[in-house]
């Protein structure tokens, strides 16, 4: 038996980023002893003039769209880049349908210099997961360079709780954690 498919995308523009450091190292084996199937996305090698384009055609773009669509679950890997997400990250979700996370749960992910850039990351992100149909939203995971020193190969408690819950999340609908985006939506046009 196969668990939940899970997309671990890594929206860090950087050759060395300390964001898909997390997710190579930490988040997908954590993931993968939990019994989920987690297939890596790297939007950094990604053709950048189609991106810039919208061009959803092309077959690179095609094909990071496809694996997105065969997910389960998604975790959303950015650096915090004057208190917002990457442009690429914005470049990769305007491309896709308006509708790419429908059913979806999405762990957002960020790696900052300083925590309290996560929650203004999230006022961004959040509307855009919302308008992209995401069934349900963990918490936000925000991790500095000194939440990262340990060198036993285990990931700091916030993270390794983050994404114990958004496991939890996939294989349970049940599970309250996270934001409901429907169930918000619906309350709010009442």
């Known amino acids: 038996m196969t668990g939940p498919a899970v997309?671990?995308?890594c929206a860090s523009p950087s050759t060395t980023s300390t964001t898909q450091r997390v997710l190579d190292d930490?988040?997908?084996p954590r993931l993968s002893r939990l019994g989920l199937r987690v297939t890596p996305l790297a939007l950094r090698p990604l053709p950048a003039d189609a991106l810039v384009r919208g061009d959803a055609g092309h077959p690179a773009l095609a094909s990071a769209a496809g694996r997105l669509e065969h997910a389960d679950g998604v975790v959303i890997g950015t650096p915090v880049h004057k208190a917002s997400?990457?442009?690429l990250l914005k470049v990769f979700l305007d491309l896709l349908p308006r509708n790419a996370l429908a059913g979806k749960v999405v762990l957002p992910l960020?790696?900052?210099h300083d925590p309290r850039h996560g929650p203004l990351l999230m006022r961004g992100l959040e509307p855009v997961l919302a308008s992209m149909g995401a069934a349900r939203v963990a918490p936000l995971c925000c991790?500095?360079?000194g939440d990262l020193g340990g060198t036993d190969g285990s990931g700091?408690?916030?993270l390794d709780e983050a994404v114990d819950g958004f496991a939890r999340m996939l294989r349970d609908p049940a599970h309250t954690t996270g934001v409901s985006y429907r169930r918000q939506m619906s309350l709010r046009h009442r």
């Open 26 to 28: 930490l988040v997908t």
């Open 85 to 87: 997400f990457t442009g």
């Open 156 to 158: 700091p408690p916030a």
């Open 7 to 9: 997309l671990a995308l």
């Open 143 to 145: 991790l500095t360079s």
């Open 110 to 112: 960020a790696t900052a």
